[in-house]
């Protein structure tokens, strides 16, 4: 596989090191799915949206509302405080 076809692959939301966090915590996935070896994903829980991005060398979060953020291990921590 070329470098140009394994950027071209689907990666669905339900798979990613966020999704369990999220939807465990009332977030519902705004995005379904997204392409690349670095993907945006955007949850929702009534008006605070929080990012997650994910792949090569990219494993963070950001709370849209606050401009919290932090890598992928505070993620739980942080949205177990959001009602």
């Given at each position: ?49 929080i ?9 963070y ?23």
């Amino acid at each position: 596989m070329t470098f140009e076809e394994a950027n071209k692959i689907v990666h669905p939301v339900e798979t990613q090191w966020h999704y369990e966090t999220m939807i465990n915590s009332g977030f519902t996935p705004i995005d379904k799915e997204d392409i690349g070896f670095v993907r945006t994903y955007k949850y929702s829980k009534g008006d605070r949206i929080i990012s997650c991005t994910t792949g090569s060398g990219a494993d963070y979060w950001k709370d849209e509302a606050t401009g919290a953020g932090g890598f992928w291990g505070s993620l739980k921590e942080h949205v177990s405080k959001i009602d």
